[in-house]
């Protein structure tokens, strides 16, 4: 009996994000997503553990939805998306929830220089590059096969000179629900020509679902330091301590507190839309806290990348209606963007971006999620 009591408690423990009761999961229908599109099945699936589930596509290897449990014991849908794949390639916004890339975020007037050559990548942003150009992989249909219930895999080919890139190169992406309620994307790709890098998962996030206000969510970033850019967001090439400016995230604080600020990059950005680099790059550590405490729910990120680009959604128009009805609305999500730093080709004191033949870019990115009373 007691032996009992304690299997019971022990299995508690370790399912500490598992509810009592089995709450319903909004969860959107995989034939509203079959389409074909150059010559390409478009697909829906849904992977799930524990009390973790999400919906991908292979088109743009998007997030869909994604479903956590908040302190009530019900599940909210907590990233921005669109119930159909029809309502997907109408929407004016493209970057809700796919990969971007090759090069996530920006390029200087699209241009870089490699082993002496020199490049100029499509142009889509005012005079700069931005998320891979207007035919980045985000708009691309990735060929996809569902592993097993919690595991999809995705890949895609990009040929030399697509949007302007050196190198043919083949990525591949795989999102995992693991059972300790996180959502695990890890990418891996090779070149057959010197080329640059940078793929990032362009998510919107809130913890309440998707159609609230998101600046009142507290985000933790565990970063002393940032890159501020020109007015395009282009980084000057400086690295700025975050102390005293109101892009200190080292402590919880909420969203909403400084955005209005006069603080040059702040005005730049049009709220928060900038990069900033860990103290430590690690995949152990805690880089991202996102919290909301109307639902309870605390999103950590974990990543092995250098830098994260969060952003504020300051251009959400609420011009395009999403899944259940809901608008795209000012700052109603937020984006955390696991990268290398934007412009990064062109600023010999950042990371390299560049990958060579033989070599394998790997990345791994975790959204954990677990409930807060
Ligand atoms: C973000 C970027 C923003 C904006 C957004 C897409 O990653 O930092 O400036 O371009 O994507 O609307």
Partial sequence: MKKTVYLLALTALVASCA?????????LNAKDFEATVDGKEIELFTIKNNDIAAQVTNFGARIV???ALDKDGEYQDVVWGYESIDAY????????????????????????????????LSINDGENHLHGGAGGFSTKIWDAK????STVTMSYFSADGEEGYPGNLTITLTYTATADCALKLTYSATTDQTTIINPTSHAYFNLNGTSDNAMEHTLMIAADSFTPTDKGLIPTGEIR???????????????????????EPIVFGGGYDHNWIFSKQSLEHPQVRLYSAKSGIEMIMYTDQPAVQFYSGNFMDGIDTGKRGDKHNYRTGVALEAQNY???PNHDNFPSSVLKIGETYTQTTI???SIRK
Avoid: C
């Fill in 146 to 149: 569902q592993l097993n219930d």
């Fill in 89 to 120: 390639l109408k929407a004016t916004d493209k970057y809700s929830g796919p990969v971007v890339g090759r090069f996530g975020n920006r390029i200087g007037k699209g241009q870089f220089t490699l082993d002496g050559r020199e490049y100029q």
């Fill in 367 to 369: 959204y954990k999620f």
């Fill in 342 to 344: 934007p412009d990064a």
């Fill in 19 to 27: 509810p009592e009761k089995k709450p319903e999961m909004a969860l």
């Fill in 241 to 263: 301590s975050v102390a005293g400016t109101p892009l200190d995230f080292r402590a919880a604080t909420t969203i909403g507190e400084r955005i209005e600020s006069d603080y």
């Fill in 65 to 67: 939805s994604l479903f």
